[in-house]
């Protein structure tokens, strides 16, 4: 193996590493782990520019400004946000003091907040350059995802083993962040994609080689104990998009591997029984019969005290409800610019109804949160970002390896059920996360949406 060829495989370990460091750093708060891991993002850009000077490289920065465009404009948004700054935010009175301003210009609640936010988003865009310069080989991206699904195993199984052993919760100590159960599903149903498709991709490639020892087979215990994280985790949404997944690859792989209605009408009666069980463990409603029944998976999986309540479901949904509304009132009052990056905790108590009580640090909906933040305009343009990032295919000379379709199929659902959860929670507001979500989205090329092979019936020539 060449050192050129090698490199691309270095780099996958040292973008894991540094992701799964920050997953283990998380501790208790959410932002940190935010400092080391942009500064080690800066230090692999320089390397990285450096080594393509040194190999000659003809694109020794390679840009394309169907996302650089838009993405320039949203650091610019934040960074006038932060300079015009309205308040000055005071820890130790937790007050907002007021300061002199530009009201005509984009403006923040805090300012120091608001630069915090301004660096993350920089460090999130370090991490989609670096995945999209050197994961491009198949290997690259297989040892990067082998090592992301072995680090959340590990996590998952303290996540098991942390309510059984003496005295209960001893290991969350080691779970830093994603002691919240929500935080923590949305992390396993992220790696339960990716270890699912990958695992496929691995196995077809066995069998097409006749190799049946390849490392991607252990994707597949480790999906297994991923899903079992989730369900004993206590998630009700977690567990749902959890089963959602799983229904995705059995509808899938039926529907390619069917050749009589018989195995078709099994694979979509599976499927439909993961989907009823995932309603029921969210709304827990349909019938008393099934609900008791679910109680009882739930006992078998977490050992521990049912979850699945429905006053506790109703009373959540009426406060995401009242929160929402008082979001809304947030967004009419500064539409165009929102209220600043990141400060939705500072500026929500002032719009917070009195009979509301408790502190929102978030809004537990990322979409009205982003509009509130940063406004309809830089709403626009990260959606217009985000889509470019995903869809813009790079230029011919950096494409490297083209993605299968079963990989594809993998970041799709892992983004997915990151955008699932972002519907009732903040799992983009934990930058362990959030650099997850933009390395994949680097990962992917451009290439996510090519064709729909996966889905098609196999033919009796690629089974010999």
């Given at each position: 193996m060449s050192s050129g060829s090698l490199m691309p495989i270095v780099a996958a370990i040292l973008i894991s590493a540094l992701l799964s460091g920050a997953i283990w750093c998380s501790g208790a708060s959410e932002h940190g782990p935010q400092v080391r891991v942009l500064v080690c993002l800066g230090g692999m850009v320089a390397v990285t520019l450096l080594v393509r000077v040194l190999r000659h490289e003809k694109n020794i920065f390679p840009w394309d400004w169907r996302w650089g465009g838009p993405l320039l404009g949203l650091l610019a948004l934040v960074a006038i946000q932060a300079v015009n700054a309205s308040h000055h935010f005071l820890p130790g009175s937790e007050a907002l003091v007021p300061q002199n301003h530009f009201h005509w210009l984009p403006r923040s609640v805090d300012a120091a907040t608001t630069f915090g936010a301004l660096l993350l988003l920089v460090g999130y865009a370090a991490a989609f350059w670096l995945a999209r310069v050197w994961l491009n080989d198949r290997r690259a991206r297989l040892t990067f995802v082998i090592l992301q699904v072995a680090c959340g195993t590990v996590m998952a199984v303290l996540v098991i083993s942390q309510r059984s052993l003496p005295p209960p919760g001893a290991l969350y100590l080691f779970t830093g962040a994603f002691i919240n159960p929500n935080h923590y599903a949305a992390y396993a149903n992220i790696l339960l994609a990716l270890a699912l498709f990958w695992g496929l991709d691995c196995s077809a490639d066995g069998w097409r080689r006749g190799r049946l020892g390849h490392a991607g087979w252990l994707l597949f215990p480790a999906a297994i104990i991923l899903f079992t994280s989730v369900l004993r985790s206590g998630a009700r949404m977690g567990a749902a998009v959890s089963l959602l997944v799983v229904s995705v690859v059995v509808i899938g792989f039926g529907l390619r591997m069917a050749r009589n209605r018989w195995r078709l009408i099994l694979t979509l009666g599976a499927a439909a029984g993961l989907v009823l069980l995932a309603a029921v463990a969210v709304w827990d409603k349909p019938l008393n019969t099934i609900s008791r029944a679910a109680r009882s998976l739930q006992q078998l999986f977490g050992n521990v005290t049912p979850r699945l309540d429905g006053q506790q479901v109703q009373g959540n949904v009426a406060s995401r409800w009242a929160v929402n509304?008082?979001?809304?009132?947030?967004?009419?009052?500064?539409?165009?610019?929102?209220?600043?990056?990141?400060?939705?905790?500072?500026?929500?108590?002032?719009?917070?109804?009195?009979?509301?009580?408790?502190?929102?640090?978030?809004?537990?909906?990322?979409?009205?949160?982003?509009?509130?933040?940063?406004?309809?305009?830089?709403?626009?343009?990260?959606?217009?970002?985000?889509?470019?990032?995903?869809?813009?295919?790079?230029?011919?000379?950096?494409?490297?390896?083209?993605?299968?379709?079963?990989?594809?199929?993998?970041?799709?659902?892992?983004?997915?059920?990151?955008?699932?959860?972002?519907?009732?929670?903040?799992?983009?507001?934990?930058?362990?996360l959030a650099f997850l979500m933009m390395t994949l989205v680097g990962l992917s090329r451009g290439q996510l949406f090519n064709d729909n092979s996966w889905m098609k019936p196999v033919s009796h020539e690629q089974t010999r």
């Open positions: 509304r008082a979001v809304a009132g947030m967004i009419v009052d500064r539409w165009a610019t929102g209220v600043g990056a990141g400060t939705f905790g500072l500026a929500f108590p002032y719009y917070q109804p009195h009979s509301m009580s408790g502190f929102y640090r978030h809004a537990h909906n990322e979409y009205l949160q982003c509009v509130a933040e940063l406004g309809i305009l830089g709403s626009i343009l990260l959606l217009w970002a985000a889509c470019a990032m995903v869809l813009a295919r790079p230029k011919i000379n950096y494409l490297g390896q083209a993605l299968s379709s079963r990989e594809r199929w993998g970041i799709v659902l892992a983004l997915g059920c990151l955008g699932l959860h972002a519907m009732t929670d903040f799992p983009l507001r934990l930058p362990a």
